[in-house]
């Protein structure tokens, strides 16, 4: 399904989890809190939440763009603080 992906291309490792028994209420799978965060600062972004583009080149353009202020934020508020 997704293991042919590109993975090869791009030399990314997919990690499947999968549940051996039935869980009931709340359970934190592994690694999941990452994708979360990374989908939550991108929802800031509003042109990133909506498929406005045609191009994949421009989609990922815009990831770029976001990730660089994202992270020239992150290390302005710790110049500040040092």
Do not use: C, I
């Not at 869980?23 to 509003?46: D, I, M, N, Q, Y």
Request: hydrophobic share 50%; charged share 20%; proline share 1%.
């Amino acid at each position: 399904m997704l293991t042919g992906l590109r993975t090869e291309q791009r030399s990314v490792a997919l990690e499947f989890v999968r549940l051996l028994q039935v869980k009931h209420g709340f359970v934190l799978l592994p690694r999941r809190w990452l994708v979360e965060r990374t989908s939550g600062w991108f929802a800031h972004f509003h042109r990133l939440t909506r498929d406005y583009e045609r191009l994949l080149e421009a989609l990922t353009s815009l990831h770029l763009v976001a990730l660089t202020v994202l992270l020239l934020n992150r290390a302005a508020e710790l110049a500040a603080s040092a």
